[in-house]
């Protein structure tokens, strides 16, 4: 880790729909809550499955 010249970074993230409601453990008051769209999600998990059996 000292030495990072060869390194190349590249930024993932998940997109999604933010929501005010109440949850499972709090139903009141109602909380701010993110919805990820799960094609974002499906694209990250493989994204990351390519890093780990690198």
Do not use: C, M
């Not at 993230?13 to 999600?41: C, M, N, R």
């Amino acid at each position: 880790l000292s030495n990072f010249s060869n390194w190349q970074i590249e930024s993932i993230d998940v997109d999604g729909k933010a929501d005010i409601t109440s949850t499972f453990t709090y139903p009141e008051p109602k909380h701010f809550v993110w919805h990820p769209y799960q094609d974002t999600v499906d694209k990250t998990k493989a994204k990351l499955q390519e890093y780990l059996t690198k």
